[in-house]
């Protein structure tokens, strides 16, 4: 089993700018970032998030996480809305899709998923962009992963890091 978070953000924290992820994204983070989530059974994300970025078409099944009866990717056949927990949509999709599962989800999730001790990988990507919203602390998101390797690709920094 291997669940990994996905997460890109700006040199000052910012995980959005301009209302998505794409604000504080790269060319390089999208290459990298689309690259790795083929590879994935599962996408996990939040209502917020499916409502917020572009995941109308996936390459794999996604599960939306929300409280809503609406599954606001309705337009994606391969999407799922499941009214459940961070944790028990993550066994859920184990025991559905299988075991390689990539969280794309906000910061609220991950930390929920992280606390549980249900996460075992972090990719993050980490741009030069600053001035944007839902500032996390980079350091304390690192410090749950003891391990981690790390490289530049057009002066974007990618921290592969793991328990």
Do not use: Q
Request: aromatic letters at 4%; proline letters at 4%; glycine letters at 6%.
């Amino acid at each position: 089993m291997a669940v990994t978070v996905t997460l890109v953000v700006g040199s000052d924290g910012s995980t959005s700018k301009n209302g998505n992820s794409a604000g504080v994204s790269t060319s390089a983070d999208r290459t990298e970032f689309l690259s790795r989530r083929r590879t994935a059974d599962c996408i996990l994300i939040g209502g917020f998030t499916a409502r917020l970025e572009p995941y109308h078409r996936t390459p794999v099944t996604v599960v939306v996480i929300s409280r809503s009866l609406i599954n606001p990717l309705a337009d994606n056949r391969l999407a799922h809305c499941w009214n459940l927990s961070p944790v028990k949509a993550l066994e859920r999709a184990i025991e559905t899709f299988g075991p390689t599962i990539h969280v794309e989800a906000g910061i609220s999730v991950v930390n929920e998923l992280i606390a549980a001790n249900r996460v075992d990988f972090l990719e993050l990507s980490i741009t030069d962009i600053t001035g944007g919203d839902d500032v996390i602390n980079i350091d304390t998101l690192l410090s749950h992963f003891p391990h981690s390797d790390e490289k530049v690709v057009d002066g974007t920094r990618f921290i592969s890091a793991r328990r």
